[in-house]
């Protein structure tokens, strides 16, 4: 949005930009989340499925390659390998071979740690268009806390590495909290220092051990603003080197294309491309290790089915679909701020977990969004 310029997105998904919006994944052919075991050798203090060394509930070979055949079968666009951590599972490589021979792109969501030269090696062979590894901090004690396991950040830096001597696209994703934030230009320099092609900040939801977290890790107003603002700062300094982005806050695209828009036409072509960006259950779908889909990796308490009872064709139907609160939810919103939002229709109220876990309701505002949202409006002249 801010300079109309990408990389690994543009690469995987066409050239898009403000006024011609990705037309990649839709409403019922969305990209899946595939989240293929419980186990992990890390255990992050926020993961959002509870990931640990130990592991349960997981479905056999047979059936994970069942699965592959309905995603090709559905025609989704692209799968995200992810976890646990995703190469703790032994059949990712046949079920990569298989998903890609059949025309579906790829994608590894990694803690990076287990990404030795071997299989890196593997993941160029299968051809992953992207690889995302989690890097919270540049201090390795702050990151080696946050996720659970000391030497986490030095084995991470290593994966990226070996990721990358074998030229996949790779990035690093950040979750920025209020501890951590202070970090994102330090974390800008070493992605910037070591060609990575794309940084995710991921806003902090709510669910799985992050629901024991204190409130004092949200981001505050101030934090929220200095944040956005640096982004869009390093955004214009490195464009065409590393596409910046955030995710789990669709309203960052609304206070984006307020600071960056020249006028009024130029401003609502930027909240177009924000609204064509999807977000959970949006284009955007999860499978659980259980074999439970839900409307993105996040949402744990909102069910759309299950594969091992009803296929993806069935689950992602347009007549009746389930789907619809969170394709059209701000049809359904009633807190105060989301419901009275014009932009309720581009954000859909921001991040559903949120709002259900600290705002107590599946239809209450999401407490991060801290836009002053009808100064926005009368900006621009919004009708």
């Not at 490589?93 to 590894?108: E, H, M, Q």
């Not at 995302?132 to 946050?146: A, I, Q, R």
């Not at 999860?286 to 069910?303: A, E, K, L, R, T």
């Not at 999401?366 to 002249?381: G, S, T, V, Y």
Request: charge should be positive; include cysteine; glycine fraction near 8%.
């Amino acid at each position: 949005m801010v300079t109309n310029k990408g990389t690994v997105s543009q690469k995987i998904k066409g050239k898009f930009s403000v006024g011609n919006p990705s037309k990649f994944s839709e409403y019922y052919r969305p990209i899946v989340t595939w989240n293929l075991t419980y186990k992990c050798n890390l255990r992050c203090i926020h993961c959002y499925i509870k990931a640990g060394p130990e592991g349960n509930h997981e479905l056999n070979g047979k059936v994970l390659f069942r699965i592959a055949e309905d995603i090709v079968k559905h025609n989704i666009p692209m799968v995200i390998m992810s976890g646990g951590e995703p190469l703790l599972r032994r059949e990712i490589y046949d079920l990569a071979r298989y998903l890609n021979s059949n025309g579906v792109k790829l994608v590894l969501s990694s803690n990076g740690t287990l990404i030795t030269k071997e299989i890196a090696e593997k993941l160029w062979e299968l051809e992953f268009r992207y690889v995302g590894v989690s890097l919270d901090s540049v201090d390795p004690k702050w990151h080696d806390n946050f996720r659970g396991v000391s030497g986490a950040y030095e084995a991470a830096i290593k994966g990226l590495m070996n990721a990358k001597a074998y030229d996949l696209p790779v990035g690093i994703r950040f979750t920025v909290t209020s501890k951590n934030i202070s970090d994102v230009p330090r974390i800008l320099d070493l992605a910037i220092d070591n060609e990575v092609e794309r940084l995710t900040f991921y806003h902090l939801s709510s669910s799985g051990r992050a629901k024991d977290m204190d409130k004092s890790w949200y981001l505050n107003a101030t934090q929220y603003i200095w944040f956005i603002d640096k982004l869009i700062h390093y955004s214009r300094e490195y464009a065409g080197r590393i596409e910046i982005q955030t995710t789990l806050a669709p309203f960052d695209g609304i206070y984006v294309a307020d600071r960056v828009a020249r006028d009024k036409k130029h401003f609502w072509k930027c909240i177009e491309l924000v609204k064509a960006q999807g977000g959970c259950g949006r284009k955007f779908i999860s499978i659980y290790p259980n074999g439970m889909v839900y409307p993105c990796q996040f949402v744990d308490f909102y069910p759309l089915g299950n594969v091992l009872e009803t296929g993806l064709a069935d689950i992602l139907r347009i007549d009746g679909n389930k789907l619809d609160y969170f394709i059209e939810t701000h049809k359904y919103l009633k807190g105060p701020k989301c419901s009275n939002c014009p932009f309720k229709f581009i954000c859909q109220g921001g991040d559903r977990v949120r709002a259900y876990y600290l705002g107590g309701s599946l239809y209450a505002d999401d407490p991060q969004c801290h836009l002053d949202i009808i100064k926005i409006a009368n900006r621009w002249e919004y009708e």
